[in-house]
């Protein structure tokens, strides 16, 4: 068997050890309820408690603005559902055209019920500016939703800038840092954000578990009606071991951050110093001085992405791609479609996500394969 | 439509073959490869193709039977 070269971190990311062993005893013998009163739970409860401690301090929040939910998608939902449906006050939603998908359904579910949806433009770069936003919004805005780091392409938005403008207009913030948490530094004081989605598996955790910020003293209705679980926010029994396995492996992600991004900022450094090199003709996407480390987005000129994710995959190597091809068309990306960038180039993306456990030997041999399929 | 194999000379007469040849060559292309010079061509095994041909199928694609 071929050694698999992992290389798609933006899509999900391997479970750590760390976190797999701290979850283990939850699966196991620590099977109680941890709602229920008697000392069989008491160690359980005290694993919630810590765990929600433990994520909040990683991100600057208090224990009690973090609430736990299945991942991103349903805190993103949460978030955007919950302030836009939750009273009589029609103001509207502001949110940008390169969102993740749980964001962008979300918003057109709302829009469907006849409240106010705006999406943003956003630059070549893939950012969201402040004089964008400026523009569009006023004091029938409600909510702006602009995530942290793009999935596709990596850039980084100037949150903390927006949030300044949305808040002067009278207006919440929610950011969707799926992508970022982990991986850059996120304090939500310093961005000032209201609400905040993040997932586990983005960063070395469980699948099914993440969790929404929301801002102390801000109002928003439950998700799910039932127990009294997550301060009665969010019913339903914890996942305790997943909870438990997210805040080992966010721990130790915001441990080793600067280790980590340095030697990822290596390993990216050096794969497009490879391409340029071998003379291979193409763009890099996303933000030229702000982008997610090793998030990689690849245009190749006159090619498919997908033809080259097959022909990486024939080789071990897994990547997205930002285009997908039917016998007939070629469906772009939204995010490439909202930079502007050149069907010739557009159709030819797929997007490296290099994570802490790739090595440079991996790297040389993923520029090896392009060049030797890109020529 | 009469395909050869560019490589053996072989004809081609299953869609899917060809369906692969534009899936992982370009679907542009004119010149196809019967599925094992496909394989030899792409450095890897014919069951690894077949596996890529059910898998097009099941997301639907057209260009496979």
Redo the contacts between chains.
């Keep these: 068997m071929k050694h698999m070269i992992y290389a798609d971190n933006a899509a999900t990311t391997k479970l750590s050890k760390e976190a797999l062993s701290a979850m283990m005893p939850y699966l196991e013998e620590e099977y109680g309820n941890a709602s229920q009163p008697y000392s069989f739970s008491r160690t359980v409860k005290k694993a919630v408690k810590k765990a929600r401690e433990t994520i909040a301090s990683c991100i600057n929040a208090l224990p009690e603005e973090i609430f736990f939910t299945s991942g991103g998608t349903e805190s993103d939902n949460w978030a955007l559902k919950s302030i836009m449906c939750s009273n009589e006050d029609t103001r509207g939603l502001l949110t940008s055209g390169i969102e993740h998908h749980a964001i962008l359904k979300s918003a057109e579910s709302i829009k469907k019920m006849g409240i106010p949806v705006s999406f943003l433009p956003v630059n070549a770069e893939g950012i969201v500016t402040p004089d964008i936003l400026e523009r569009e919004i006023n004091n029938k805005t409600k909510l702006v939703s602009i995530m942290l780091s793009n999935n596709e392409i990596g850039s980084i938005q100037p949150v903390k800038e927006l949030t300044g403008i949305a808040h002067s207009n009278g207006a919440l913030f929610h950011t969707d840092a799926v992508q970022a948490v982990g991986h850059i530094e996120v304090d939500v004081i310093s961005l000032g954000v209201d609400m905040l989605s993040a997932s586990a598996h983005k960063f070395n955790g469980p699948k099914g578990v993440g969790f929404l910020y929301v801002r102390k003293g801000s109002k928003i209705a439950p998700f799910l009606d039932g127990g009294a679980q997550e301060f009665g926010m969010r019913a339903g029994t914890e996942n305790v071991a997943a909870i438990v396995g997210m805040a080992v492996a966010l721990k130790e992600n915001i441990t080793s951050l600067e280790k980590s991004t340095s030697f990822i900022l290596e390993m990216e450094n050096m794969l497009l110093d490879r391409l340029t090199v071998s003379g291979v003709d193409f763009i890099r996407n996303g933000a030229k001085d702000n982008c997610a480390p090793g998030n990689i987005s690849l245009s190749f000129r006159g090619?498919?992405g997908?033809?080259l994710l097959?022909?990486l995959d024939?080789?071990g190597i897994c990547v997205s791609t930002g285009a997908a091809?039917?016998?007939k068309n070629t469906r772009i990306s939204h995010v490439l479609r909202a930079i502007g960038l050149d069907d010739e180039y557009a159709t030819g993306t797929i997007r490296i996500s290099l994570g802490k456990n790739n090595t440079p030997e991996e790297v040389n041999k993923i520029a090896d394969a392009i060049i030797s399929i890109v020529q | 439509m009469e395909t050869k194999c560019i490589v053996c000379g072989k004809e081609i007469v299953d869609r899917d073959t060809i369906g692969l040849n534009k899936k992982l060559i370009g679907k542009n292309i004119v010149e196809f490869y019967c599925i094992e010079c496909l394989a030899v061509y792409l450095d890897c095994t014919v069951s690894d193709l077949v596996d890529k041909i059910e898998e097009f199928k099941e997301e639907g694609c057209t260009l496979f039977q």
Aim: net charge negative.
């Design positions: 090619l498919e997908e033809m097959h022909r024939l080789k091809c039917d016998s």
